[in-house]
Nanobody
Framework: QVQLVESGGGSVHAGGSLRLSCGAS????????MGWWRQAPGKEREGVAV????????VYAPSVKGRFTLSKDTARHTLYLQMNDLNVEDSAMYYC????????????????????WGRGTQVTVSS
């Protein structure tokens, strides 16, 4: 079992930046992939970025590539998502998740392989 707690959400104007954090506890010794998903009202949950357990070579959704940076502090079991040049379409509840065993190709990321989820942190971007 892995417990995940997100923080860092908030409200910004378009073009602004936010940094999300996700602290993991519990069975952190397992080799899980970890990443961020987001869900806007009335829309399906969509993947944002995922990184293998070693914290190297994250993969990104095309919609955020070049603007968002995913990093992992393996010693502190903490995942970060630096979000720059935010736009209104980035507004959503952002969730941290863990569980996938292989995450080196964005097209192969499957949300059903991630059984552990945090409660989310809200990001609101205004124009």
């Amino acid at each position: 079992q892995v417990q995940l707690v997100e923080s860092g959400g908030g409200s910004v104007h378009a073009g602004g930046s936010l940094r999300l954090s996700c602290g993991a506890s519990g069975d952190t010794g397992h080799t899980y992939c970890m990443g961020w998903w987001r869900q806007a009202p009335g829309k399906e949950r969509e993947g944002v970025a995922v990184v293998p357990s070693d914290g190297v070579t994250p993969v990104y959704a095309p919609s955020v590539k070049g603007r968002f940076t995913l990093s992992k502090d393996t010693a502190r079991h903490t995942l970060y998502l630096q979000m720059n040049d935010l736009n209104v379409e980035d507004s959503a509840m952002y969730y941290c998740a863990a569980g996938g065993a292989w995450c080196y190709d964005w097209t192969a990321i499957n949300i059903e392989e991630y059984p552990y989820w945090g409660r989310g942190t809200q990001v609101t971007v205004s124009s």
